[in-house]
């Protein structure tokens, strides 16, 4: 029985609004291995523009954790529940967790879909560059090609500008 308390998830925990970087910070200082998904947002004021470093996922925030921990995670300021979906607690799956770091690796690239659209594509797998593994779908949207990569778990998505030198095979 103890090994299954000490059995660590990936736990999605939901905080309160524009706290998630105080809440990575928090959890992170009490070495618990968290991560916080983040893109790049242009903001337009009137006499400027600029680039801010936001949340992928408002008000999610994932951490590996076993039971312990998380009830120490539960108790960190800004943490508001755990995710539940069901009445289960949601656990990332760890292929989508590589998939969200994979998307990390280009933060300007990416865009949070506010609701998950329904099947719009092809199921495609990247074949070259940066992002080479990542599966999706494909869609057309204004002249350029974007792939919609859903996170399941967490009933999200993310649409990430392709560039055209980059390769698209099947998954």
């Not at 660590?8 to 998630?20: G, I, M, P």
């Amino acid at each position: 029985m103890l090994s299954n308390i000490n059995h660590k998830k990936w736990l999605v925990f939901y905080t309160r609004a524009r706290s998630e970087k105080v809440c990575e910070k928090d959890i992170n200082d009490m070495n618990i291995k968290v991560f916080l998904p983040k893109c790049i947002e242009i903001r337009q004021w009137k006499d400027r523009k600029k680039k801010l470093i936001m949340p992928l996922f408002p008000n999610y925030i994932f951490a590996l954790v076993d039971e312990y921990e998380r009830i120490a995670v539960l108790e960190t300021r800004g943490i508001v529940r755990n995710l539940v979906f069901n009445g289960q607690r949601v656990e990332m799956r760890e292929e989508e967790i590589n998939q969200i770091e994979l998307l990390q690796t280009q933060p300007e690239l990416l865009e949070n879909i506010k609701t998950p659209l329904p099947g719009l594509g092809k199921t495609i797998r990247i074949s070259s560059g940066p992002m080479k593994g990542l599966k999706g779908e494909i869609l057309e949207h204004y002249g350029s090609t974007h792939l919609l990569v859903r996170i399941g778990s967490i009933h999200q998505a993310v649409k990430v500008k392709l560039s055209a030198r980059m390769a698209v095979g099947s998954p």
